[in-house]
Each structure stands twice: as structure tokens, then as C-alpha cells.
């Protein structure tokens, strides 16, 4: 006689969204993955963002077939009774199955041995012309050059905390401890912990770390009400510094920019340093040990302070075209305030990302990040294969009549500082409101 099956409705099971008492549903089936969010390779927050919801898309785009196996351990028993699946959802998922059988998410290309070869090709001009040069220009080129070598450093490691660039997993740990703390001075830990959640809750102001800025640049005048990061567990506070930073952010957003490297460093040290768990913790620390010996090392080559401060700021300005980039892609895109929900996932990530176009030619510098979307919805995806599904994309936001927003480098920058100026003159109203009440 067949089993009947247990139901609970999304109200009950809503019930279940605190770090004690954890279920989720994939499929219409009900987990309870409270204990497994201490194991999680992805880390707690992106199961903690859509506690108690149905996660069945943001599972499928980040988790290969094999992983579908490990769900039954899981299983409470009970089964979603109210469970829909949107026409979006299901054409979505519908693609996630067909890139599978056609095996893109395994065809990688040779862009991980050509972007090897890239780098150390930079880094050994770096090298050379800052130790056997003494010309002014040249160490100026090669601090530009090891900004370049950064932004190519950083897609490797990007690449490789989505999916496996090597053979086995020990290889691709190896490799992102290498390019993103070896090399970098950017903990590849620090990275996982805020990227996954930017992923998952891609443009919440109150859940999504890369747009919590405050007090230098907000990019929506929802943050003046000193939102709760639930990332960072503190307020994003809006005060009169902020106001004051806020008002003229359209003006310090490049300079800021050039120097953001700074902040990342220090967000680096303040994870690795603190009480939370943080995985491979000995290897990320060692890492930056690493950096922090060949870097100043090689900055104290250099003849004099000032070439050594200006190869620096080079080197930073350089890499700073990245960090614009990375705002460009989200800024002036669609934002909201509150927890990301399981049910909309295709719809939040068109919403809140907007594409780069460029030629093929210039994919090796936007390193495949130009198709925001594509990466967003895919994230597995191998950069060198998110060009060619871009048209199957456009053609189902076209079906459903969600935006896909694809603009010119040049036309995102001034959709960007537009957004940014938007706030900053509503920020400024506060703040001139502010000095005339008080004096």
C-alpha cells in the first residue's frame, strides 16, 4: 500500500527561517537543512537569505546534477503543498537542463591556460621593469601593468569560486589561494563569504553587501532610512557624514574608486581576524602573509618615495577600473528593499543586473563579467560559453517581457553617476534642511 504523503502549506513553512530551526524546499519537497548550513561549501548566508522559502531555482543554478543526491539525507517528509512552478521558473529550468546534456557547464576551453599565461607574462614585465629599469616612465608602466595583472588575477579567482577551473578540488583551492591571496592581498574567504550573498540576493539594499557603502556612496534614497544590514548584523547607519559624503558622490565616485582597493584589504583583515568561522582559515592568513612580503618588497625597489607612492596609486587607479566595472553592472539597475525570495529568482536577477556590450575582442578585459546576466542566472556557466547562450537569454526575457539591459561602457558609466547623482541631491536637501534647523 503506498505511502501517503505529509503536506505543509508556505505559510508553515515560513515558520522554519532562523539559524535554529532551518527548512527550505526544492522541488515541492521539504529539507530541513538547519544542521548542514554549518558545513555548507557556499557558506550559511545564501541558505539563511531564503529560510523558510521555496529555493528550488537559486539551488539549480548553483549546484551541478551530482549535488541533487546529498538532498535525501535532508528530507523531513513533508512535501510543499501549495507548490507552483511560474512559466519563467520552468523555461529557466528548462535551459539549466539542456546546457547540462550539451555538457556547457564542463566545456571551459583553454580561457583558464591562456589567462595563466596572461598573468605571469605581466607580472614578469612588473618584475623586470621595476628592478632592472631606472626610467621614471617605465615604473609607472609597470605599476599600471600590475593593476592589470590584478584584474586578470581576479577573474581567475572568480572563475574558480564558481566552478572548477582545475582537475580535482585540491588544485582549485590551491589556485584560489594563490591568485586571490598570494597575489592579490584579497582573501579568496572574504570573497566567497560576500559574493554568494550578493548572488543570491542580487540589488536588496539590506541584504546584498555590494551596495552597502555607507557612508561614502548609496545608490537609492531608501538607504537615508539607516537600514539593517542582516549581512553585516549592524546598521547602515545615514548620519551627518554620510550626508555630506552621500551629497557629492558623483563627484568622488571615480577618485574613491581608485583608491577602493584599500578598503578591501582592510575588509580581508577584519574577517580573517575575526570570530566567525572561516574556512582554510591557516591558508587565507598565510596567504596575505605572502603578499605582504613581495609587494612592499618590490615597492622598495623602487629609487625614491615618490615614484614608490605613485606606482602604487598607479597600480591601485589601474585596478580600479575593475571595482567601476563591478558597479556599473548593478548601481543603476533595479533595486528593493527586504529578503530575496526563491520564487522570483529569474525575475530579481534581470531586474538588478545590467549587461556590458563590447566586441569579442575585448572579452579578456571585462573577463566575461560583461554578460552580468547571463552569469547571474548561470553562475556555473564557464565565461568562455556566456557569449554564445546571451541570445537564448535575450529571447527569453523578450517571452516573458522582463528587461535585459545591455549598454556601452561609456552609457553605463553615465547611467551610473546619474543614479549617483540622484541621491546625492536628494541626500543634499537633507543635509541643507539639516544645517538650517540646527545652525
Keep these: 500500500m503506498a505511502e501517503t504523503k505529509k503536506y505543509i502549506t508556505a505559510e508553515e513553512l515560513k515558520k522554519h527561517n532562523k539559524r535554529e530551526d532551518l527548512w527550505i524546499s526544492v522541488q515541492g519537497k521539504v529539507y530541513n537543512v538547519t544542521d548542514w548550513i554549518k558545513r555548507h561549501p557556499g557558506g550559511d548566508i ?8 521555496e529555493a528550488t531555482d537559486a539551488f539549480i543554478a548553483f549546484h551541478p546534477g551530482t549535488a541533487w543526491k546529498h538532498l535525501d539525507q535532508f528530507f523531513t517528509g513533508y512535501y510543499l503543498e501549495d507548490y507552483e512552478v511560474s512559466e519563467v521558473s520552468r523555461d529557466y529550468r528548462k535551459l539549466c537542463v539542456e546546457f547540462a546534456k ?16 596572461f598573468i605571469a607574462f605581466l607580472l614578469f614585465l612588473t618584475f623586470y621593469g621595476v628592478l632592472f ?7 609607472m608602466l609597470s605599476g599600471a601593468l600590475l593593476g592589470l595583472s590584478w584584474m586578470q588575477i581576479s577573474y581567475l579567482g572568480h572563475d574558480s569560486g564558481h566552478y572548477l577551473i582545475m582537475t580535482t578540488r585540491g588544485f582549485n583551492k590551491m589556485v584560489q589561494i594563490m591568485s586571490g591571496n598570494c597575489l592579490t592581498g584579497i582573501s579568496i574567504a572574504w570573497w566567497k563569504w560576500t559574493h554568494n550573498a550578493h548572488h543570491v540576493a542580487c540589488n536588496s539594499l539590506d541584504y546584498d553587501p555590494d551596495l552597502q557603502h555607507l557612508p561614502v556612496f548609496a545608490v537609492s534614497s531608501s538607504l537615508f532610512k539607516s537600514l ?12 551627518s557624514l554620510a550626508k555630506f559624503f552621500v551629497s557629492y558622490q558623483h563627484f568622488t565616485f571615480y577618485p574613491i574608486v581608485c583608491v577602493s582597493r584599500v578598503n578591501l ?3 580581508t583583515l577584519l574577517l580573517l581576524f575575526s570570530k566567525r568561522r572561516v574556512p582554510d582559515r591557516f591558508f587565507n592568513i598565510l596567504g596575505i602573509l605572502v603578499f605582504w ?8 625597489a623602487l629609487p625614491n618615495w615618490t615614484e614608490r607612492v605613485l606606482f602604487v596609486l598607479t597600480s591601485f587607479a589601474v585596478t580600479g ?5 563591478f558597479c556599473l553592472n548593478h548601481f543603476a539597475a533595479e533595486v528593493y528593499v527586504g529578503q530575496p525570495k526563491g520564487n522570483d529568482w529569474f525575475e530579481k536577477q534581470t531586474a538588478g543586473t545590467i549587461d556590458i556590450d563590447c566586441s569579442p575582442q575585448m572579452d579578456w578585459f571585462f573577463g566575461g563579467l560583461q554578460f552580468q546576466l547571463e552569469h547571474h542566472l548561470f553562475p556555473r556557466l564557464p565565461r568562455s560559453q556566456l557569449r554564445n547562450i546571451s541570445p537564448i537569454v535575450q529571447e527569453l526575457c523578450k517571452k516573458h517581457n522582463l528587461p535585459y539591459k545591455s549598454l556601452s561602457f561609456f552609457e553605463a ?9 540622484t541621491a546625492a541631491m536628494q541626500a543634499r536637501g537633507l543635509l541643507w534642511e539639516a544645517v538650517n534647523t540646527h545652525g
Excluded at 105 to 112: I, P, Y
Excluded at 293 to 300: A, D, E, H, Y
Design 46 to 53: 545564501p541558505i539563511l537569505n531564503l529560510a523558510g522559502q
Design 265 to 267: 584589504f582592510v575588509q
Design 293 to 300: 612580503t613581495w609587494f612592499p618588497l618590490l615597492v622598495s
Design 102 to 117: 550539451v555538457g556547457l557547464f564542463e566545456k571551459k576551453g583553454h580561457g583558464v591556460m591562456y589567462s595563466f599565461c
Design 228 to 239: 539593517q544590514s542582516t549581512f553585516y548584523g549592524r546598521e547602515l547607519t545615514f548620519d
Design 321 to 325: 577600473i575593475q571595482h567601476v566595472q
Design 133 to 139: 629599469s631606472n626610467s621614471f616612465l617605465i615604473h
Design 413 to 421: 558609466n553615465r547611467w551610473t553617476i546619474r543614479t549617483l547623482r
